[in-house]
């Protein structure tokens, strides 16, 4: 039970604070995956403030980051869209 438990607390979301771990993962991530930019999506209901630091912490590696909030109505399908588009052929 201890390894399960133990386990379920590896998860890198935002929500486990404080979570070092998870902005070293995001880095490792992006070298791995040769990566030209991030984007970040978030839920509105969802706002751990390790989210902004990660955003920062990319920023300060030159890394674009293009960070999306919403609430998840299909209403928002096209902005995301929209905005991810633009993000990607900004950074090709």
Known sequence: M????DRCFQIDCTIFTPNPGRLAHIGEMVKKNQADG?????????????MEAVVRALKETCVPVLQIDTDNRM???????????AFVGMHR
């Open 2 to 5: 201890h390894a399960i438990e």
């Open 38 to 50: 991030v984007i970040q999506y978030g839920l509105q209901f969802c706002q751990p403030f390790l």
């Open 75 to 85: 209403e928002d399908t096209g902005r995301i869209k929209a905005r991810a588009e």
